[in-house]
Nanobody, 119 residues
Framework: QVQLVESGGGLVQPGGSLRLSCAASVSIFSIYTMGWYRQAPGKQRELVATLTSGSNTNYANSVKGRFTISRDNAKNTVYLQMNSLKPEDTAVYYC?????????????WGQGTQVTVSS
């Protein structure tokens, strides 16, 4: 069982920055794809960014050039650096760890952290 704990959310003004952290209970980055997702009120959860075990990254078009996903293997922690924040970035942000082995998908989620972008 993998536990993921997010932190770093909060209230920030438009144009500001935040860094989210996701601490994993065990060392999994070598075999799991890590991701950040978000869910705004009344909307479906959407992909923000992913980081594979091979260090390949993928970003939603809406955050490209503004957000950066990274990890610290020694700390079992994944980060999401968010710059130039916009009101439309307001959402609950969730950390995800996913791995597919043959026909079995291992899929773990954190509890979420609220990000509010407002003046």
């Amino acid at each position: 069982q993998v536990q993921l704990v997010e932190s770093g959310g909060g209230l920030v003004q438009p144009g500001g920055s935040l860094r989210l952290s996701c601490a994993a209970s065990v060392s999994i980055f070598s075999i799991y794809t890590m991701g950040w997702y978000r869910q705004a009120p009344g909307k479906q959860r959407e992909l923000v960014a992913t980081l594979t075990s091979g260090s390949n990254t993928n970003y939603a078009n809406s955050v490209k050039g503004r957000f950066t996903i990274s990890r610290d293997n020694a700390k079992n922690t994944v980060y999401l650096q968010m710059n130039s924040l916009k009101p439309e970035d307001t959402a609950v942000y969730y950390c995800n760890a996913k791995r597919a082995v043959v026909a079995t998908v291992y899929d773990y989620w954190g509890q979420g952290t609220q990000v509010t972008v407002s003046s």
